[in-house]
Structures are given as C-alpha cells and as structure tokens.
C-alpha cells in the first residue's frame, strides 16, 4: 500500500500487506514526517485493525479541526494494475483519502513518580483523542491493566488497581511500577506509581486515636444520658402512680362517708327527736345555720334560660352563628334549597339509628379532638332539646353501649370521670337542660347555699342530702 500527495502523485511512503483471504488483507498505515515540524523520531508504522482502519479513513468533512491534519491518498502497487494505484480516479464509491494527525504526546510524571491517593489516576498530555478513544488506548501498571474510563484532547483517566503492583524486577518489592500507555504501535512510558497507602497509615496512630477517645466520650455520654433519662422516667411514672393512689384513696374515702351519711339519714328515727342533719354531720349544720341567717335571696340574679343554655354549651363564644335569630320563612313562600336540606337533615337527626351510628363514626375518627367532640355534643343539644323524650331514648342508647364498652376496659371505675367522649359531654348538656327544667337551678336561695357549701365543706359528699334535708 502507498501513500500519496493528489498533487504531485508521488509516493511518500509504503507498506507490505497482508492477504488474509480472498477478499481481505490487512496493511500498516504508511508513515510519514511530523506534521508539526517538531523534532522527534519518526513513528513506527501503525498497524490498524478494522474498526481503527475505519475511523483513519475519515471523509473530508469528518476531519478533525484541533490538532494539525493533512490528507493523503491511498493506493496499491498490484502487479503494475493501473487502477488500483489510483482508488480515487477509478473507485469513487470508495473511501481513498487518509488523515493524518500528529501523534499524542503524553506528558511524563513530575521527577519521575507520582503519588496516587485517589480512586483515579489522572494522565496529562495533547492531542490524545484526534484519531483514537478509550478502546485504542491501554495503560498499564507495573504490566497489570488501568482500566480506561475517560480520554479527551488534553487528559486520559484510569482506575488502577486496588492494590500497589510489583516492579519490573519482581523479586524487590521495593520496586515502584512503571507506568506505560500504548497507542496502536505507540508506547510512552512516563514513569512510576507510588501508592500513598504507607503515608496515609503513618498519619492513621494519631487519627485512629482521637478517634477512639471521641467514640469513648460519646459512649460515656450517651450512657450517661440514658441513666439520666431512665431515672427522670422512674420518677415521673412513680409520681403519677403516687397521686393516683391518693386520688383512689380520697376517692374511697368520700364513697365511704357519703355511705356513712346515707345510712346516718335513712337509719334516723323521727320518734327519737333531734335533727338528722346533725346526726349526719353537726359541722355541716352549723355552716348551713349561719350562712342561711346571712343570706338575701333577693340579691342573687339568675339568668334565663336562653342565658344560660348559651354559657352552658357555648362558654366564652358570643357570635356563634346559631345563636343568631333567623326569620322563619313564610309558609306561602317557596322553599328554597337550604330549606329542603334542613328538613332532610331533621329527618335523619329525628332516626336513633342513623344518629348513634353517626356519633360512634365520629368517635373512631383520630383526628376527631376533644374540642370537636364538645362542639358536635352541644350542637345536638340544642337540636334535641326541644324533643327532650326523644334525645333521652337516644343518650340511653348511647350510655348502654359505653358502660359495655368501658366494662371491658383495664380501668372500668374511671367512667364519667372526665369529659372526652360525645355522650359523656350529651349527658352533661342533659343533666343541665333538665336541672332548669325542674326548677332547681332557677331556685336562688337554694342554689347559692349548695354553691357555699360545696365551697366551705371539706366533705363534699353530704352536702346534697343535707341541703334538701334543710329545706
């Protein structure tokens, strides 16, 4: 094969080909002199491989820009065959025209050695990717291969191996591998590899210390933490068991005296004379005594009932939209929409089944707060209350099924003791509306003397039976 300058049709250089079958034979790329007019040893001819072959005969709009290039024509000498001297007069649809580009240069290590301390080895150089890539290019290692993972014009990394291979020699261990990139027929060696393992152990003795102190202080902390915080636990769980005792005990302790009362009051026999309020407690007497000889009923001021449903079920809201007053709309006129859903609602409020089913969907919701539960009860309330044998048919369903449910609980004796459930703050708003209902809260003087007692006795159980018994 030959090479050639269209102009002058003088061969510039030329190589033997190998004939590898009917159809195929392989040649080196003839060289030529350096394109850049540096001085150096002429290359080796290149020995190009099929896919190499086909990126060296590149068209001329495919030629690259960087670095220097020039075009030559091929052709070859075949027992004095006139055309195939000349592929690009007698062959058009063949690729006869080869580039040529300057060789890479790749830059050799810094006095000879480099220290590796990274995951990558970084090679410098120019011109390294104008007619080669990653699968043309090989780095070795002390003759153990870098695996190539990137290559530009200026720069080629590698991955060498995870441990430091041995030298040339073999034997001397203290032999640094040579570090060699080949290209086609090219080879550079730019020097040798040292691996910064050694260095990076020296520096480890004090780092591994302070390491080790941190992670015993830390540990020490943490233990010391965990004590700390076990025994506030220990402390707050034995608080609250002790003010639960006491809250059973005072408990207890008022369960029994208003038994003792009770007894006292039902066991006392007319015929004997005296009064059963001092034999169920002189003490209690004489406080009802002198706060019924200081007592004006006519200073005391009782609100109506509107009033009092409003502080009952709404404390501390004085807007609240369904207390305003809203004009019934006339019979003649048409209904509207609102009213249509308001009748339909009222049915299904009017439905125990529907209403109970509701409230204990309610109940199972988490983010239903104890707020929301207050809300929604005072709400019915006043749905309810004008149909007060209906509400009590509904809130004995409900009772029912919490007294059920709370019997089969770990703690069956804490029932109606706090407000968190609809029916529990149902019952409250019914206890209420009844209370005026009957009359006993619109009762001034015997509302306020049970208002003083329950103030004034440390014993609040007798006071009920002891009011009535007064009056």
């Known amino acids: 094969m030959i090479v050639f300058n269209e102009t002058h049709r003088r061969p510039i250089n030329a190589t033997l080909c190998l004939v590898l079958s009917g159809e195929l034979m392989e040649c080196p790329s003839p060289a030529i002199p350096r394109l850049s007019g540096e001085p150096g040893p002429a290359p080796e001819p290149l020995r190009l491989a099929d896919?190499?072959?086909?990126?060296?005969?590149?068209?001329?709009?495919?030629?690259?820009?960087?670095?220097?290039?020039r075009e030559l024509q091929i052709g070859f000498l075949m027992d004095n065959v006139q055309k195939v001297q000349n592929l690009k007069k007698f062959f058009h649809n063949v690729l006869s025209t080869m580039t040529y580009v300057d060789d890479p240069v790749y830059f050799p290590f810094a006095k000879d050695v480099k220290i590796f301390s990274g995951d990558t080895l970084v090679i410098e150089g120019r011109d390294l990717s104008a007619a080669s890539d990653e699968r043309d290019t090989a780095v070795t290692v002390g003759g153990q291969p870098c695996n190539v993972t990137s290559l530009t014009a200026s720069q080629l990394v590698c991955v060498p191996p995870q441990q430091q291979p041995a030298g040339q020699l073999g034997a001397d261990s203290s032999q640094l591998p040579d570090v060699v990139v080949s290209v086609g027929n090219l080879r550079f060696t730019l020097g040798q590899l040292q691996y910064d393992d050694d260095g990076a152990f020296k520096l480890g003795a004090d780092v591994i210390g302070g390491i080790a102190a941190g992670a015993a202080v830390l540990v020490l902390a943490s233990l010391l933490i965990l004590f700390v915080y076990r025994r506030?636990?220990?402390?707050v769980e034995r608080e609250y068991k002790r003010i639960q005792i006491q809250m059973d005990t005072l408990e207890n302790n008022i369960r029994s005296e208003c038994k003792q009362a009770f007894a006292a009051m039902c066991t006392w026999d007319s015929r004997r004379g005296g009064d059963p309020l001092a034999a169920a407690s002189p003490d209690l007497q004489a406080q009802l005594n002198s706060l019924a000889a200081s007592f004006n009923p006519d200073e005391v001021d009782c609100l109506d009932q509107r009033e009092f449903l409003i502080k009952v079920l709404f404390p501390g809201i004085a807007d609240h939209p369904i207390l305003k007053h809203q004009s019934p709309s006339s019979p003649t006129s048409p209904r509207t929409t609102l009213d249509m859903a308001m009748l339909q609602l009222e049915q299904l409020v009017r439905n125990p089944s529907f209403l109970v089913t509701v409230i204990d969907t309610m109940e199972q919701q988490k983010d239903f707060s104890i707020r929301d539960r207050v809300t929604v009860a005072s709400l019915l309330t006043v749905i309810l209350m004008t149909n007060m044998e209906y509400m009590t048919t509904v809130l004995h369903q409900l009772l029912v099924r919490h007294i059920s449910r709370i019997s089969r609980s770990k703690h069956p004796h804490l029932m109606l003791r706090r407000t968190e459930t609809v029916m529990e703050k149902l019952l409250t708003n019914w206890i209420s509306v009844c209370l005026y209902g009957c009359g006993l809260l619109t009762d001034r003087a015997g509302l306020v003397r049970c208002?003083?007692?329950?103030?004034?006795?440390?014993?609040?159980?007798?006071?009920?039976?002891?009011?009535?018994?007064?009056?």
């Not at 060296?56 to 220097?68: A, E, F, K, L, N």
């Not at 506030?232 to 402390?235: A, E, G, I, R």
């Not at 208002?451 to 009056?471: H, K």
Request: glycine share 4%; hydrophobic share 20%; net charge positive.
């Open 51 to 69: 896919s190499r072959a086909s990126r060296m005969h590149r068209s001329p709009d495919s030629r690259p820009t960087g670095p220097r290039h």
């Open 451 to 471: 208002w003083s007692l329950l103030r004034a006795s440390d014993r609040p159980g007798r006071c009920w039976s002891q009011l009535q018994a007064s009056d």
């Open 232 to 235: 506030k636990s220990s402390q």
